[in-house]
Nanobody
Framework: QVQVVESGGGLVQAGGSLRLSCAAS????????MGWYRQAPGKQRDLVAA???????NYADSVKDRFTISRDNAKNTVYLQMNSLKPEDTAVYYC??????????????WGQGTQVTVSS
């Protein structure tokens, strides 16, 4: 089993910055892609940013040029640097990790979420 734990959420004023961290641990063979999603009240969970094991990144249009995703493969950890935050960035942010098992099957694990609140 793989555990995924996020940290770094909180309350920040508009224009401020936050850095989220997400660490995968447990019975890990190989972590492939990792990503951040967010869900605001009454809305669906949407992709914010993702990064492959090789470092290729993908961003939602709404966060391009403001958010940066990065990872430390040795620590199975992914980060999300969020700058120029806006009230509409307020949501619960979830981390997703794709685990490749020793049998080369794919498993997906989610964290419990961390709240980000941006005040105007």
């Amino acid at each position: 089993q793989v555990q995924v734990v996020e940290s770094g959420g909180g309350l920040v004023q508009a224009g401020g910055s936050l850095r989220l961290s997400c660490a995968a641990s447990g019975n890990i063979f190989s972590i492939n892609a990792m990503g951040w999603y967010r869900q605001a009240p009454g809305k669906q969970r949407d992709l914010v940013a993702a990064i492959t094991g090789g470092g290729a990144t993908n961003y939602a249009d709404s966060v391009k040029d403001r958010f940066t995703i990065s990872r430390d493969n040795a620590k199975n950890t992914v980060y999300l640097q969020m700058n120029s935050l806006k009230p509409e960035d307020t949501a619960v942010y979830y981390c997703k990790a794709e685990h490749i098992t020793i049998a080369y099957t794919r498993e997906v694990f989610w964290g419990q979420g961390t709240q980000v609140t941006v005040s105007s």
